[in-house]
């Protein structure tokens, strides 16, 4: 007579899908809890702020006030940090620098009060903080990465610098705007820690290396597919630097690098690689293929001959692996580490 089961007995794979199951909506679930604390804690801070100016206008308070308010809210509430005299005036500043631009104040919402903090002191125009907002939230970046971003000027490089394509001749309107938006006119790969001379096979092995990093610098949406991905065609095999797969485009996006200056014949190769890709890789529902030459240097008008008439879309951006300054600059400002320092050291006074 066959055994049966005990009746605790478990599937293995059911089980598993069942753990997976919800250990996904616990995640979630914290998430939005986190998201929706955040989102009130904001808003707190916005309305003391609003309240300090307001009261400031109204009974002529001096700047003295602040230093009591912080003073007395710890004394009346201990067990409650964040009112510290310097995070009172940030409140006040919030208000002050956002209480006109509703955009900009639902968006505040959407991040963490260091980061606010650090986009509200550091960034002055309303337009390239509305980048750093938009971005820390869709990509949740950290402190650090945020700082990382604004010190490499990732909105100067990416929304203000002429880009040099042809995404509106081979792309639909709308697709040719967004891939617009997903290409940087300058990549800084300084965080390599290669020199200038550094081979291309040299610089794609510490990309490979630093993926979370190169992904970060390329920008929301972009997933690593592999290095030197392989091409046949009639017998012959062909080699493509570095594939990624965008996923608000829904395309792959085939990277070359180059060393030294940009070439013409750098586009017709690539305009090859993607003929093969859309042809033997694409899947049906995704879009044409993008490609993109990363080269240390370009002259624009050589660019912009080579890329005419090219029947595939596809980008030519620098990129850079060192940023350091000449001898007498850089022994009169403070280091990398110095600043570093500072910032976490006016942070801290946050939960004092």
């Known amino acids: 007579m066959p055994s049966r089961a005990r009746p605790d007995a478990v599937v293995t794979a059911e089980y598993g899908e069942f753990v997976r199951s919800i250990k996904q909506r616990i995640q979630a679930s914290r ?39 912080s003073a007395d809210l710890r004394k009346e509430i201990p067990d409650q940090r964040g009112f510290s005299a310097q995070n009172l005036w ?12 509703p955009i900009l104040l639902q968006l ?9 903090i650090a986009i509200m002191t550091r960034v002055k125009d309303a337009a390239a903080r509305q980048y750093y907002l938009r971005a820390t939230a869709e990509m949740g970046w950290s402190r650090h990465v945020l700082m990382l971003q604004i010190n490499a000027q990732a ?29 940087k006119d300058t990549y800084a790969l300084d965080f390599l820690g290669l020199h200038r001379m550094a081979r291309e096979r040299e610089i794609e092995g510490r990309m490979i290396a630093c993926i979370r990093d190169v992904l970060l610098e390329l920008g929301a949406g972009f997933c690593f597919v592999g290095s030197q991905y392989r091409l046949v065609l009639d017998d012959e095999e062909y080699f493509i630097d570095l594939l990624f797969f965008h996923r608000p485009l829904r395309c792959l996006v085939a990277i070359e690098l ?7 014949e750098h586009a017709g190769k690539l305009n090859f690689y993607l003929n093969i890709l859309d042809d033997q890789v694409r899947q049906p529902d995704e879009n044409p293929s993008i490609g993109l030459i990363l080269c240390q240097s370009r002259k624009r008008m050589k660019v912009e001959y080579a890329l005419r008439g090219m029947t595939k879309p596809m980008g030519v951006a620098e990129y850079y692996l060192t940023r350091r300054l000449p001898s007498e600059l850089a022994s009169s400002l403070p280091s990398a580490d110095q600043l570093e320092r500072e910032i976490e050291s006016e942070l801290r006074l946050l939960d004092e």
């Open 31 to 69: 998430a939005q809890a986190y998201r929706a604390v955040n989102r009130e804690l904001i808003a707190l801070y916005w309305s003391i702020g609003k309240e300090i100016v307001e009261r400031q206008e109204r009974h002529g308070w001096g700047k003295s006030v602040v230093e009591q308010l």
């Open 258 to 264: 180059k060393q030294g200056e940009f070439q013409p």
């Open 90 to 101: 940030f409140m006040r500043q919030l208000y002050i620098e956002y209480g006109q631009s």
């Open 155 to 183: 909105y100067e490089r990416q929304a203000l610098r002429p880009k040099q394509h042809n995404f509106q001749q081979n792309l639909p309107e709308a697709l040719a705007e967004q891939a617009d938006l997903a290409l």
């Open 108 to 116: 505040v919402r959407e991040i963490p009060w260091g980061q606010n």
